[in-house]
Structure formats: structure tokens, C-alpha cells
């Protein structure tokens, strides 16, 4: 939303494939989040980066993989390990605002593995 | 982080103003209100946040109780575009890099012609 870009839309992908999920943003926010939405429920957090070159687990890291090779750049990598990949996948940055910080959200990749 | 609750469903008419309440009865002196919505198949959008003062943007409004324990966000002129999945969220004082954001099921607004 407003500087934050994933590609593609819609991924379709074999059972058994690893696939990238692509996220770059222009709003110079240091902190970039993966996020997972399934039909019906609410967010689930993958994993999250606050500076390049480091990036921390979420709460359902298992079969993802991520880099911040750049400030702009946070790709993510679903493994044949994950176990039930279909998903809606979200991307998000954080800024400082004032006393708080506010997340802000790609418009996201609906993953369909075959 | 503070429950809040909302109402599972609301519709407007078109061009009046949405009220969507929240209750956050269980909020501490250092949680903000946030509200996200999304509309189907995008991902959520930021609106607006607050603490104790009622805030505007170009995009809403925000009304919070004096107790804090509950606030309303209104669409003042609400359009087709409008109809989406509304979020009310507590976050604390410098949350920091760490802290994830977790939605609740949210307010389904239908805006009607």
C-alpha cells in the first residue's frame, strides 16, 4: 500500500516446488515483516527484519526462508518443507510515529500450490 | 495486548456516515487504537490511530472515549469503495521492531446504493 509492491498477484506452483515471493518498498522504513493470511482468520506472522543483513523468526517460520540482502528488498522463499503452503501472503514495513509504530501492507500474493 | 470487540456485520447507505464502534474495555494508559480495514482479496490498509485525543485524516475520524474503553471510527461520507473488513487493534507505547499485529474477526461494512 503506497510504496510497497509484491509480485506476482497469483502464484500457482506443484506440490514439492520452492517458490519466491517477491516484496520491495520505497518508503525508506527500516523494518519489514511476512505475514500469512488463511480464508477466514486473522494474521499469522512468518518472520521479520528490523536492519539488512538481519531477520528474525515469527510464529510459523517452519518451511520459510527470507534475506534482506537490501533496505528495500525482503524476499520470501516458501520450501517444499511447508507443510500447507496455499495462502494469501502479506508484506508489511513499520516506521516510528511519534510514540508508536505503524505497520503498513502490500497489497499481497495469493499462493496456490497445485 | 488489549481484547477488543466489534460487531460482526454493519451496513450504511451510501454517501451517509459509517459509525463502527469498538470496545476496548481492558486497555492500559500505554496502548493506542489503531484501525486497519481491508477490502476483499487486498492486503489490509492503515487509516488512523490515537491515544486519549480524537484524531482526523483525510480518510477518517477517530472518537475515543474519555475512559478509553471504547472508540468509534466514522466514515463521514461513506462510498462503494468503503466496503470492506474493518479492524480495531490496541498496540502499546513503543512497540518496537518485534511486535506483530494480530487482527480479531474485525466489522464486515456493506456500503449500499
Known amino acids: 500500500d503506497g510504496g510497497i509492491t509484491q509480485s506476482p498477484k497469483y502464484l500457482f506452483r506443484k506440490e514439492g516446488q520452492n517458490v519466491t515471493l517477491s516484496c520491495e518498498q520505497n518508503?525508506?522504513?527500516?523494518?519489514m515483516y511476512w505475514y500469512r493470511q488463511d480464508p477466514g482468520q486473522g494474521l499469522r506472522l512468518i518472520y521479520y527484519s528490523q536492519i539488512v543483513n538481519d531477520f528474525q523468526k515469527g510464529d510459523i517460520a517452519e518451511g520459510y526462508s527470507v534475506s534482506r540482502e537490501k533496505k528495500e528488498s525482503f524476499p520470501l522463499t516458501v520450501t517444499s518443507a511447508q507443510k500447507n503452503p496455499t495462502a494469501f501472503y502479506l508484506c508489511?514495513?513499520?516506521?516510528?510515529?511519534?510514540?508508536?509504530?505503524?505497520?503498513?501492507f502490500g497489497p499481497g500474493t495469493r499462493l496456490t500450490v497445485l | 495486548d488489549a481484547k477488543t470487540t466489534q460487531p460482526p456485520s454493519m451496513d450504511c447507505a451510501e454517501g451517509r456516515a459509517a459509525n463502527l464502534p469498538c470496545n476496548h474495555s481492558t486497555i492500559s494508559g500505554n496502548e493506542y487504537v489503531y484501525w486497519y480495514r481491508q477490502i476483499h482479496s487486498q492486503g489490509p490498509q492503515y487509516i488512523i490511530h490515537g491515544l486519549k485525543n480524537n484524531e482526523t485524516n483525510e480518510m477518517a475520524s477517530l472518537i475515543i472515549t474519555e475512559d478509553r474503553k471504547s472508540s468509534t471510527l466514522i466514515l463521514p461520507h461513506a462510498t462503494l469503495r468503503d466496503t470492506a473488513v474493518y479492524y480495531c487493534?490496541?498496540?502499546?507505547?513503543?512497540?518496537?521492531?518485534?511486535?506483530?499485529?494480530?487482527f480479531g474477526t474485525g466489522t464486515r461494512l456493506q456500503v449500499t446504493l
Open positions: 487493534i490496541v498496540r502499546p507505547i513503543g512497540t518496537g521492531t518485534a511486535s506483530k499485529l494480530t
Open positions: 518508503l525508506n522504513h527500516d523494518a
Open positions: 508489511a514495513t513499520q516506521v516510528r510515529d511519534g510514540s508508536t509504530d505503524t505497520q503498513y
